[in-house]
């Protein structure tokens, strides 16, 4: 008498494969994103040049950046422009933080208008949580149509990443545009293929070895 196989699934099997799969393609679909806005980004970026004054009771602090093997801020702060009463959030540069997270770095403000000259972006990084927390100096992200309803002021829709330099102890030096999309491209094969290894395993865990008649 000689043993065979059958093909009788289990359904727990089938349910964590399809879970599995599902949840892999997912990722790679959300990394395959991230992928082609960053491409996006790249191919959309333009240069801006805008004269205004800088309103720094309204400074969002980003945090969790690291720079140089140190962590940090970014500085984000609405500029004024002149002749108008829009504003537009101007990302400044980074600056270390202190020794301490309940203490904020001090950010130096010139209080007299400026030419600001640098990327237009359309949307800070989303990370950890949408925008954030109203009221709140230091956050992960800034939604700017949020930031503008929070603050009354009459925003751009649509950022600068500062490229020009200042005295202000800041440090500009900012990723090329697009940087970064063939990590998450990398990112989404690994996703997909561990999609497919789940449908693999749970075609193999649905045979039964069965003896012959």
Known sequence: MQAGYSFQPRAWVVV????AAGA????GQWQAGRAEQKRADARQAQRMSVTGVYEPR????????????RPGYEVVMPLKIAGSERHVLVNRGWIAAPRTRETLPEVR??????DVEGLVRERFPRILEVGGQAGERVRQTVDIAAY???TGLPLEPY???QHSPADDGLDRQWQPPGAG???NESY????????ALAIVLGLVFSFRRVAAP
């Open 159 to 161: 950022y600068i990443e």
């Open 24 to 27: 892999g393609v997912a990722l």
């Open 181 to 183: 999309a063939e990590k």
């Open 16 to 19: 964590l494969a399809l879970a």
């Open 58 to 69: 309204f400074t969002v602090l980003l945090d969790n950046k690291l720079r140089h093997g």
């Open 109 to 114: 403000t010139p209080s007299a208008q400026i």
């Open 188 to 195: 989404a094969l690994q996703w997909y293929s561990l999609a």
């Open 148 to 150: 503008a309803k929070e």
